[in-house]
């Protein structure tokens, strides 16, 4: 089967929904685990890396979680697939690089996805829309401890599991959320809110980890000890930020509509003129402005227009799908043309922003700031 | 701005990478980002373009990885070959053995890195230690009722089993 066929369009994969998907983007529990008796994929020479990844994928092919799975070595997928699986959060950049020796399985709601020979010989991550970290904590425990019965993984008592970077040795777990933050970007509040995040000892990336500016307004909260801290301590600790992550970016939004509703109406009218009607335009640009056209919609700006269609247009503007819509091979510029096209068609049926916010009556004009 | 390779043309592609919690960017023009192979976003290491330009390997590498006790460049893993150098300069281990082999100069950087220097979280079923930790669980429970209940004697008699369980060293299983 090829990756084309398996994966859900990106229409469907844009109407998965979850608790609290108007902020909190998605969840992910991700485990990094190794066998005893190899070295790490970094480390290990190609007939070692062969052996694992055999071992490995018959173990995890095996469970029933994994019926009907795409499971493949990373040497048959083209450089395409790689990237498409990159946009989807499915694999990440580093596993993209790799060829012979690493593979992969993900299961058929795409929900679980298991890198084999990453930078550890089991990356397995449970992935959902909305904040569902506790639910997926124990999604990724039993599909672990399933797996356990087939392997014998490295751990010792004192260090807990054994992986390749020190960073994520114990319990080998990285709980994340990711965010759409536009209201703290407004208020020019986030760097603060990243700060007190970090004082927690949670990291706060972009939306591919890529640094601190994060495209579209998107943010990856996540914790990075692993030894010293029990799972649940941490799923705990994490899902309490996100809770409060929540309520501050919606005081943020309502503040923004309170004090300054010219500046958000004008963001938001100008993001749509240009996403309209451009005749070129950057992924980077598109992201930020869809950013900006999904908040409108969550403050009720564009009504009758859902927002599945801005994620989904997140994600078929982005590099790797857009190119493969084409057989030959796009140049940076030829994408910005084609991406622009296929906004201005698509946000065609998409009338432009009410002028006012609901409930908001006559023309409200920004206060002026408080001396 | 202009390409960080020919600098001859303006960049039209801007990378940013994050490795080791260390950012890194370059900008470089159309031709030399497909000369470059970055244009296919197979995925690619931003350290090692930075190093063939010659960017000092310092910056690319420098992490919070690095051992804060300097570590004897001789010592070596004895199942996979891996030394205190390799270490230094990939950030990652060669074995899960390389935890032992390494200890000393780990015990450091752990505690630096992370909130304690021992497992607090899952431990697998087959594993003996997990025999311990839940004797341990099931008399802190025993040892909490005890206290609500106010029968001191028992708690005490509790308290110091579980310190006797807690002070056995940790059956390591061997491969």
């Known amino acids: 089967m090829t990756l084309d066929s398996f994966l859900a369009s990106p229409s469907d994969a844009a109407k998965r929904s979850g608790p609290n998907d108007r902020i909190v983007l998605s969840s992910r529990v991700r485990l990094a685990r190794n066998l005893r008796g190899f070295p790490f994929p970094g480390w290990a020479k190609k007939g070692d890396r062969l052996k694992s990844l055999e071992i490995i994928r018959e173990a995890v092919s095996g469970l029933p979680q994994m019926e009907n799975a795409f499971a493949e070595a990373m040497d048959n997928l083209n450089p395409l697939d790689k990237q498409i699986l990159v946009e989807r959060h499915l694999i990440s950049r580093e596993h993209a690089a790799k060829t012979v020796g690493s593979g992969l399985v993900i299961s058929k709601d795409e929900s679980l996805c298991v890198m084999i020979n990453e930078e550890d010989h089991l990356r397995m991550q449970a992935l959902r829309p909305g904040l569902q970290i506790r639910q997926l904590w124990q999604v990724m425990d039993e599909f672990d401890s399933a797996l356990e019965k087939k392997l014998d993984l490295a751990f010792n008592s004192k260090l807990g599991y054994l992986t390749a970077c020190p960073t994520n040795v114990g319990t080998g777990i990285r709980v994340s959320a990711m965010l759409h933050l536009p209201g703290l970007v407004l208020a020019e509040q986030v760097n603060q809110i990243i700060q007190a995040v970090n004082k927690l000892g949670f990291a706060v990336r972009g939306l591919y980890g890529e640094g601190t500016e994060a495209l579209g307004n998107v943010f990856q909260v996540s914790n990075q000890m692993t030894l010293g801290e029990g799972e649940i301590e941490i799923v705990e600790r994490l899902s309490k930020v996100v809770a409060q992550l929540i309520e501050h970016e919606e005081n943020a939004r309502q503040k923004q509509i309170e004090k300054s509703p010219k500046t958000v109406l004008n963001h938001i009218g100008r993001a749509y003129g240009i996403l309209a009607n451009a005749h070129s335009i950057s992924s980077k640009e598109t992201m930020n402005l869809l950013s900006l056209m999904r908040l409108g919609i969550d403050l009720g700006l564009f009504p009758g227009t859902d927002r599945n269609l801005m994620d989904e247009l997140f994600l078929i503007t982005q590099p790797a799908h857009l190119q493969k819509n084409y057989t030959e091979k796009l140049s940076a510029e030829e994408r910005d043309l084609l991406r622009a096209d296929m906004l201005r068609d698509r946000l065609l049926k998409v009338s432009r922003p009410i002028p006012r916010f609901p409930g908001a009556e006559g023309t409200t004009l920004d206060k002026p700031a408080s001396p | ?175």
Do not use: W
Request: hydrophobic share 35%; with cysteine; charged share 25%.
């Open chain 2, 1 to 175: 701005m202009l390409c960080d390779v020919c600098k001859k043309n303006e960049a039209t592609v801007h990378l940013t990478q994050i490795v080791e919690n260390k950012m890194q960017t370059i900008d470089l023009c159309e031709g030399c980002s497909k000369a470059k192979g970055v244009d296919d976003p197979t995925g690619f290491s931003l350290a090692s373009l930075l190093v063939g330009l010659g960017v000092s390997q310092e910056e690319s590498t420098a992490s919070a990885t690095t051992p804060a006790t300097e570590p004897s460049e001789e010592l070596r893993c004895g199942t996979c070959g891996f030394t205190a150098a390799d270490f230094k300069k990939a950030g990652r281990l060669g074995c899960p053995d390389c935890y032992q082999t390494f200890a000393e100069q780990l015990e450091g950087l752990l505690k630096t890195m992370h909130k304690g220097t021992k497992h607090t979280g899952k431990i697998p079923g087959s594993h003996p230690a997990r025999d311990v930790a839940e004797q341990v669980r099931e008399l802190q429970t025993l040892l909490e009722q005890a206290v609500q209940t106010e029968d001191f004697e028992r708690a005490a008699v509790l308290r110091d089993e579980i310190k006797k369980l807690k002070a056995q060293p940790n059956p390591v299983r061997t491969a």
